[in-house]
């Protein structure tokens, strides 16, 4: 880009090295992550071209996954950035997870371990800012029926989960049931709370016949599992 003035419009820049045209011509591969948002927010802002903006914003961010736990104060230091502008990163950066999500979650997948579910879901859970419970229920062969997040999803909130849990699971008919969790601090330890919560829900399994598999707690790309550690067993 040596030898462009940085406050010059994209369009009067060379084809090549626009983004859009570069993605059209090399593919979406090609482009760097500022080339990728700067088409995103399509128009810079006074003194800032799309792509200056865009590069501004990595330099502050770093990585798309921590752009996308940017907060409202976060935009401060870019002048001129509207709201319009932000809706437009946050809806392409929520377009992209959803499109994981349905690239990995095809009906009847199966989980055989801890793992399996760490891989399904830590993309969403692990960057979190409040704690979510969800369950995953199972069927006789393990595959997977449905994820429900459940609406009192705190483990400090024992009895409406343990109602909610065993509830959703009548409705769909599992056979078994995961639960899972996110710990929003990074450490995936479980605390007194988790480990009350699961003996709890354990309780209530055996004579209902609906088989807990395991309680797993989402980290800053780490897991812990109830059943790998042997805290299930009877």
Not at 171 to 182: K, R, T
Request: charged share 30%.
């Amino acid at each position: 880009m040596t030898g462009k003035n940085k406050t010059s419009g994209i369009k009067s820049w060379p084809e090549d090295d626009r983004p859009r045209e570069k993605l059209i011509k090399n593919g979406e591969k090609a482009l760097s992550d500022s080339e990728l948002l700067a088409i995103i927010l399509r128009t810079g802002v006074r003194g800032q071209s799309a792509l200056d903006l865009a590069r501004a914003i990595m330099m502050k961010f770093g990585s798309f996954r921590e752009l996308s736990q940017a907060g409202s104060t976060d935009w401060k230091d870019f002048k001129g950035l509207g709201n319009a502008k932000i809706a437009q990163i946050r809806a392409a950066i929520e377009m992209g997870k959803r499109f994981y999500e349905g690239k990995v979650v095809p009906r009847k997948i199966k989980i055989e371990k801890a793992k399996d579910v760490a891989v399904l879901l830590s993309p969403r859970m692990r960057d979190l800012k409040k704690e979510v419970f969800k369950v995953l229920y199972l069927d006789t062969k393990n595959r997977l029926i449905n994820i429900v997040e459940l609406s009192n999803g705190t483990v400090d909130e024992v009895n409406p989960v343990i109602r909610e849990i065993f509830h959703k699971a009548l409705e769909c008919f599992a056979s078994s049931f995961i639960c899972v969790h996110n710990h929003p601090s990074g450490n995936c330890e479980p605390s007194v709370d988790d480990r009350d919560l699961t003996k709890d829900i354990l309780d209530v399994s055996k004579p209902i016949k609906i088989s807990f598999l395991d309680h797993v707690i989402i980290g800053d790309n780490t897991f812990f599992s109830f059943a790998d550690e042997g805290l299930l067993e009877s």
